[in-house]
């Protein structure tokens, strides 16, 4: 069955500090991968997508990922931690067959940025 | 409008009431989406649109839960009878199209309380 695993639940970091979340998943062919951010009180918002090409991906806020097929993996990373990043931060893989469009999610991640 | 919005974005019921909680995709959008949030059970996927058919109802939970999407516009998902184990915050999300990799935008969900 195709799953997402987020294994920090919890993470706190100084700001101006490096990021990297873990993300893995399992699915028998290449998914598309996404990295979504909800802070308290707001909707999820899309910080950066995998869908095929160039392994490192940039997204917004400037956070980066990468693919890595042979370990299944997608971290998210960002090399300077702003204290307006502390939020929960969800992986989710989506399918690219037939009518399956739904996202499968990792149980997120909340990050502390310590001043 | 700008981006997806849901109502009422709280409801507190009592158990065994039926609520209906409206979502409202970005304007263009073919394909609607229904997820819902959990404590400790993160977000899980409950029924895709593409359109005003639903190719993907695996997610709802039970025959108590419906959903119906007018044309490629408003969607409602209804709640019968519901149980305390249905408080959990609602989201709706919508994209431009039918492809896996299309980026879905989310609304602020819906709070449910169930007493």
């Known amino acids: 069955a195709q799953s997402v695993t987020q294994p920090d639940i919890h993470i706190t970091v100084s700001e101006g500090a490096s990021l990297e979340l873990r993300c893995n998943y399992s699915y028998g062919a290449t998914p598309y991968l996404f990295w979504y951010v909800q802070s308290p009180g707001q909707g999820l918002q899309l910080l950066l997508k995998y869908f095929s090409g160039d392994t490192l991906v940039q997204g917004i806020k400037g956070f980066e990922a990468e693919f890595k097929r042979s370990q299944s993996s997608f971290n998210l990373r960002k090399p300077s931690v702003h204290w307006s990043d502390a939020a929960e931060y969800f992986c989710a893989v989506g399918f690219n067959a037939g009518n399956n469009r739904k996202l499968i999610w990792g149980l997120g991640t909340s990050l502390a940025v310590n001043p | 409008g700008a981006g997806v919005s849901q109502s009422p974005s709280n409801k507190v019921t009592e158990k065994g009431k039926d609520v209906e909680l409206r979502c409202d995709p970005i304007s263009g959008h073919t394909a609607l989406y229904w997820y819902r949030q959990s404590l400790g059970q993160g977000l899980e996927f409950l029924i895709y649109f593409q359109g005003n058919s639903a190719p993907d109802k695996s997610g709802l939970p039970s025959d108590r839960f419906s959903a119906e999407r007018t044309g490629e516009s408003v969607s409602t998902l209804t709640i019968q009878r519901t149980q305390q184990e249905d408080s959990a915050v609602y989201l709706c999300?919508?994209?431009?199209?039918?492809?896996?990799?299309?980026?879905?935008?989310f609304g602020p969900g819906t709070r449910l309380t169930v007493l």
């Open positions: 999300a919508s994209s431009l199209s039918r492809t896996g990799s299309d980026t879905q935008y």
